[in-house]
Structures are given as structure tokens and as C-alpha cells.
């Protein structure tokens, strides 16, 4: 498998933009943050800092993985990305956790800001994550790292919404608790999309059957294969996004042939099920016999 069969390695380019435009703006909101004495840009910047460290892993991830295969990894590194992307959600969490710590302390005792800064450097970080929104969105479905990275830019660029809302309102009624009210909301949006990352992650690392394959269909298509009588110890799971993989044993009927068997599977499983890889061990019913038997106890 070479790198354009990874569903991250075919958008590895756009993770490098990201974090190109992801670095840009935490230079840019460090420098304001020193220059309007905001908390808020202060903050803000932490949370493109861990976006940036993410993003960097996802993409070293994705490098990595296209590695050669070799003997004691005979799937290569491809589950570097799954373990990325639940380690990114890890850190999203985290970063929500934050937020909502910041946002209590910021409402008991707000800092004093320059607002003009604070709304000209939130509406840059704004377009910029646009941008990067833009960028990424076309891996986004295909891979759970890119779907990670969005999620980041996104919740940057929900970032920049509350501080420019708190820029406004402060600019405007005096009132610094709008930047706690908004970092609130800000979290409240982070930890939904976050937690579903987290969780399509772990059913990967965990081998659980692919979402939108179901094995009941999966069972019945091999089943109504020329030459098959019957199926069982069936498996799916995925190697990583966009690399779903069945294996099964397969029953011959007495006329069924071999070759005909495995090109009809095969081209069933890759053309309803988006299946990359399927394995079949074709089986006699003298074999299924032998095979029960063996599984019986020993006395």
C-alpha cells in the first residue's frame, strides 16, 4: 500500500497549509496579546498553540505512515493517524476544560484591554482560519486526522468570534465579563464535535466494525455468491480512514469454483462496501466439519 492509499496521505498538503496559517496567526495574537494587555488574545493563543502542536502531529502521522511496510509491522505505520487524531481530541478536551476554567476567572476579576486591538487581530484570525476551513474541508470526510485538524481551526475560529464579540462589547458598553460569557459558549461548541471525534477514533484502534458497513449485508452478499453455501468467522474493521478490510471463511459448494468464487467477492465487497482488502479462506464442508471438531474440548 503506498501513500495515496491513505485517506490522510492523499490531503497531506493541506495539513501543511494549515499549519502554516495556524503558525501565522499565533505569532500574530502573541505579539497583540503583548501589545493590548488582553487575556483574551493571551488565551487564544494557548488554543492555537495546542491547534499547531496537533496539526504538526497529524502530519508527521501521515509522513510517517507511508513508510515501507516491513516484516514486524506488515501493515506499515497507518494507525499512527488513528492514535493522532484520538490524541488531538485528547487535547481539545483539554483546551474546553481551559476555556471554561479562563472564562470564570475572567468574569470575577476581568483585565483591563485595548478593544481596537483586540477586534483588528480577531477579525485576521477569523479570515485566516476561513481560509484554512476552506483548505481542509475536502479531506475532512475521508480522514479522521484532516477531520481532526477542521475541528481545531474550527474551534480557533469560534475563538476569534468570542474575542472579537468581547472586543465589540467592550469597545462599546465598557462591560469586560463579555469575553468570560463568550469563551463559555466557545466550549459548549468545542466539546460535542470533539467527543464524537474521540469516539470514532477508540472504535478504530478498537477494531469495530466500519461505519456503514454492516455485516448482516456484508454476510448476505457473500452468501449469494455463485458456488457459496455458507460463511462464518466474518470480520471487518479498518486499518485506517478509508482503508476498511473483511476477512471470512468461505464455504464452496461441491461445482463451486475457486477463482470465480474469489473474483466475485472480491469485486462485490470493493464496488457496495468501499472494502480495500478482503481475505477468504475458502473451505470445503469436510473442512467445516474438521474445524468443529477441532474446536471442541480436549478430554
Not at 464524537?196 to 452478499?221: C, F, I, M, N, Y
Not at 473483511?246 to 464455504?251: G, I, L, M, T
Request: charged content about 15%; hydrophobic content about 55%.
Amino acid at each position: 500500500m503506498g501513500q495515496s492509499s491513505s485517506a490522510a496521505g492523499r490531503h497531506r498538503h493541506r495539513l501543511a497549509a494549515a499549519v502554516g496559517i495556524s503558525a501565522t496567526i499565533l505569532v500574530v495574537e502573541l505579539v497583540a496579546a503583548f501589545a493590548s494587555n488582553s487575556l483574551a488574545l493571551f488565551a487564544d493563543a494557548g488554543h492555537v498553540f495546542a491547534d499547531v502542536s496537533g496539526i504538526a502531529l497529524s502530519w508527521a502521522a501521515v509522513w510517517v505512515a507511508a513508510r515501507p511496510r516491513s516484516g514486524e509491522r506488515s501493515f506499515g505505520l497507518y494507525r499512527l493517524e488513528i492514535v493522532a487524531a484520538a490524541v488531538n481530541a485528547v487535547v481539545l478536551l483539554a483546551i474546553a476544560v481551559f476555556v471554561v476554567y479562563e472564562a470564570v476567572r475572567r468574569f470575577t476579576d476581568p483585565p483591563p484591554v485595548q478593544p481596537g486591538i483586540v477586534i483588528v487581530v480577531a477579525v485576521i484570525a477569523l479570515l485566516a482560519n476561513g481560509l484554512s476551513l476552506r483548505v481542509l474541508a475536502p479531506g475532512r470526510t475521508e480522514s479522521l486526522t484532516v477531520r481532526g485538524v477542521y475541528l481545531e481551526v474550527l474551534g480557533d475560529a469560534l475563538g476569534a468570534i468570542a474575542v472579537l464579540a468581547s472586543g465589540v462589547v467592550i469597545a462599546t458598553t465598557g462591560w469586560l465579563q463579555a469575553d468570560a460569557v463568550a469563551s463559555i459558549v466557545v466550549a459548549a461548541l468545542i466539546v460535542p464535535r470533539t467527543v464524537s471525534l474521540l469516539r470514532d477514533s477508540v472504535d478504530v484502534l478498537l477494531e469495530a466494525t466500519p461505519k456503514g458497513v454492516s455485516l448482516a449485508d456484508v454476510r448476505r452478499h457473500i452468501l449469494e455468491a455463485p458456488g457459496v453455501t455458507d460463511v462464518h468467522d466474518l470480520h471487518a474493521w479498518t486499518i485506517t480512514s478509508g482503508m476498511n478490510v473483511v476477512s471470512a471463511h468461505v464455504v464452496l459448494a461441491a461445482d463451486g469454483k475457486p477463482g470465480d468464487v474469489l473474483d466475485h467477492l472480491g469485486r462485490c465487497l470493493a464496488d457496495d462496501f468501499d472494502v480495500n482488502h478482503s481475505t477468504f479462506q475458502l473451505e470445503t464442508p469436510e473442512h467445516v466439519a474438521w474445524e468443529a471438531r477441532l474446536a471442541q474440548p480436549q478430554h
